[in-house]
């Protein structure tokens, strides 16, 4: 079946540091890959999403690449602010054009200092 | 445009009553809504699939009898817990989309079982 790993947070990064957040995953067939974020206390907000292969979505300074050869779909920011402070979770749909399930990893807790 | 509400955003019962959460897509038709539960610093756990007009398919584990789902209309869906309990306290998302891959979530319910 379809999985999402995330690596664990929390991470605790200082204002204006370098993000990354790694996301593999683990799919039959050409999933669409996602990312969203969640602040506290509310739902899920699409961050930015990819369709297929070496696709990058971007979005806010966020970026991440579809890579299908190492199944992976890393989150990165060159410049993270106090207000990036959330819940971030990778995901996938195994279908793409129509409804579908979506898995989504664990979730990793950014926090940003001043 | 592709706002979801819930409501209510906070609700406390006691035990042994029914709740019910409405989700609601403002602006849009959504032909498939999606049911989400989620712990305290955990993921989201899919419940359930609800389609406009039929009956929701329930994922492995999740009962169907407790976890009453409604899709009456393409703007509408409901979750009743039935005979709530403590350990039915959690955090409830809801989704939809209106036919294409992309979900969008609504701000969540939290239940307190009392």
């Given at each position: 079946?379809?999985?999402?790993?995330?690596?664990?947070?929390?991470?605790?990064?200082?204002?204006?540091?370098?993000?990354?957040?790694?996301?593999?995953?683990?799919?039959?067939?050409?999933?669409?890959?996602?990312?969203?974020?969640?602040?506290?206390?509310?739902g899920?907000q699409?961050?930015?999403?990819?369709?297929?292969?070496?696709?990058?979505?971007?979005?806010?300074?966020?970026?991440?690449?579809?890579?299908?050869?190492?199944?992976?779909?890393?989150?990165?920011?060159?410049?993270?602010?106090?207000?990036?402070?959330?819940?971030?979770?990778?995901?996938?749909?195994?279908?793409?054009?129509?409804?579908?399930?979506?898995?989504?990893?664990?979730?990793?807790?950014?926090?940003?200092?001043? | 445009g592709a706002v979801v509400s819930q409501?209510?955003?906070?609700?406390?019962?006691?035990?042994?009553?029914?709740?019910?959460?409405?989700c609601r897509s403002l602006d849009f038709?959504a032909?498939?809504?999606?049911?989400?539960?989620?712990?305290?610093?955990?993921?989201?756990?899919?419940?359930?699939?609800?389609?406009?007009?039929?009956?929701?398919?329930?994922?492995?584990?999740?009962?169907?009898?407790?976890?009453?789902?409604?899709?009456?209309?393409?703007t509408?869906?409901?979750?009743?817990?039935?005979?709530?309990?403590?350990?039915?306290?959690?955090?409830?998302?809801?989704?939809a989309?209106?036919?294409?891959?992309?979900?969008y979530f609504g701000p969540?319910?939290?239940?307190?079982?009392?």
């Amino acid at each position: 079946g379809n999985s999402v790993t995330q690596m664990e947070g929390p991470v605790t990064l200082s204002e204006e540091a370098f993000l990354t957040i790694n996301c593999t995953y683990t799919a039959t067939g050409y999933p669409s890959l996602f990312w969203y974020v969640q602040y506290p206390g509310e739902g899920l907000q699409l961050l930015l999403k990819a369709t297929k292969a070496d696709d990058k979505g971007s979005n806010k300074g966020f970026e991440a690449t579809y890579r299908k050869e190492t199944t992976s779909f890393h989150l990165e920011k060159g410049s993270v602010q106090v207000s990036d402070s959330a819940v971030y979770f990778c995901a996938l749909s195994d279908r793409t054009g129509t409804a579908s399930k979506l898995t989504f990893g664990t979730g990793t807790r950014l926090q940003v200092t001043l | 445009g592709a706002v979801v509400s819930q409501h209510p955003s906070r609700v406390i019962c006691k035990s042994g009553t029914s709740v019910k959460i409405e989700c609601r897509s403002l602006d849009f038709q959504a032909t498939t809504m999606f049911w989400y539960r989620q712990f305290p610093k955990q993921s989201l756990m899919l419940m359930a699939t609800s389609n406009e007009g039929s009956k929701a398919t329930y994922e492995q584990g999740v009962e169907k009898d407790k976890f009453l789902i409604n899709h009456a209309s393409l703007t509408l869906s409901t979750l009743t817990v039935t005979s709530a309990h403590p350990e039915d306290s959690s955090f409830y998302i809801c989704s939809a989309n209106g036919g294409v891959a992309e979900q969008y979530f609504g701000p969540g319910t939290r239940l307190t079982v009392t």
